[in-house]
């Protein structure tokens, strides 16, 4: 059965839903610091502090896990507002979770690293698979930390742990929590709720970004790949689309011309200035075939048609 921490995040709430889908709604254990509401619902779940070591092996235990996707995790902005709990939480979490694999020899793990890798002294266009990475944001620290304890682990003990860095991910399912690049899902509430939107970052801000159906696509497609195709233990470059405040916004435009967007950058400027403008994916191109489906025009409208409904019934 599979494990699912932080099943009720952003990422986690999606990719819960297609792996029930996938496996059977009984043989996915979603757990978060509090009980699932709506769809989510529809299945077994457990309360689970992704920081409790104790609880976390008597969980898998008590539902024959073979498998855990790992996705709690104080992200980029939240993060800078307490430091050591966003290592604490980040790091413990992610070891609990590999001593876990090793001591009960789960078939195997996942768990998502990000852009936030890299910083000020990585090469921003078409960033390398292998490069500089001077991350300056405690959760990309965070995450460059625990790419060294995921490839530690399976080299030492053949742990099979796999990873992805996400870039920017936007979804409509679930609110973001505490991201930089947030304001790409903000974004398209405030367009139909306001009809304008005073963003974080300025306009030529330049920021890898994916769909989330393609996300959840990736996370399952190397979940799924061959062990000998999974060269990288580290964690894998992925993207889909780039773009800026600016373009997004254009894109809006085109479903709904009278849009305004306006731009006030603040502390997360600076955040997004230190991640790449660009990322070179062929490593997961080739190894297991990695493909996005969405740019962003097809993003917009799917989101916009997603959202309308919702944003609806909460205004009627
Ligand atoms: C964040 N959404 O903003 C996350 C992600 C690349 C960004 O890691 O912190």
């Known amino acids: 059965k599979i494990l699912v921490i932080g099943a009720l995040g952003q990422l ?34 457990e309360i689970l502090n ?21 996705l709690a995790a104080i992200l ?24 876990l694999a090793k001591e009960k020899n789960l078939k195997r793990i996942y768990w998502p690293s990000s852009i936030a890798v890299f910083g000020p002294s990585t090469p921003v266009d ?3 698979q292998n490069t500089i990475m001077d991350p300056n944001t405690i ?33 409509h399912k679930a609110k973001p929590g505490g991201g930089t690049t947030d304001y790409a899902v903000d974004i398209y509430y405030k367009a139909l709720e306001e009809g304008k939107y005073e963003c974080f970052l300025s306009e030529n801000t330049y920021l890898p970004m994916m769909y989330m159906d393609d996300a959840v696509k ?68 080739n190894d297991w075939g990695w493909s996005h489906q969405f740019d962003l025009d097809k993003m917009t409208s799917e989101i916009l048609t997603g959202l309308k409904p919702l944003l609806n019934n909460q205004t009627s």
């Not at 460059?144 to 936007?170: F, M, Q, T």
Request: charged residues 30%.
């Open 12 to 45: 986690g709430s999606e990719l819960s839903l297609a792996l029930r889908d996938i496996y059977g709604r009984d043989n996915v254990v979603i757990t978060d610091i509090k009980e699932p509401s709506g769809k989510l619902a529809d299945g077994p779940s």
């Open 50 to 70: 992704a920081m409790d070591r104790e609880k976390l092996f008597e969980l898998a235990d008590k539902h024959q896990i073979t498998q855990v996707y790992h």
């Open 218 to 285: 990736a996370t399952i497609d190397l979940m799924q790949a061959e062990e000998s195709d999974v060269k990288v233990r580290s964690s894998y470059n992925i993207s889909a689309i780039s773009f800026s405040p600016k373009e997004i916004a254009e894109s809006i435009k085109k479903e709904m011309p009278e849009f305004e967007i306006s731009y006030s950058p603040d502390f997360r400027q600076k955040i997004a200035d230190s991640w790449p403008n660009s990322i070179d994916d062929s490593s997961a191109r």
């Open 76 to 99: 980029s902005a939240k993060g800078e507002s307490d430091p050591k709990f966003a290592w604490q939480l980040n790091m413990d979490s992610l070891i609990h979770v590999l001593d």
């Open 139 to 171: 959760y990309g620290i965070s995450k460059l930390a625990g790419e060294r304890w995921c490839e530690y682990y399976h080299n030492k003990y053949g742990v099979d742990v796999r990873s992805l860095r996400y870039p920017g991910l936007i979804g």
């Open 126 to 128: 078409n960033t390398p």
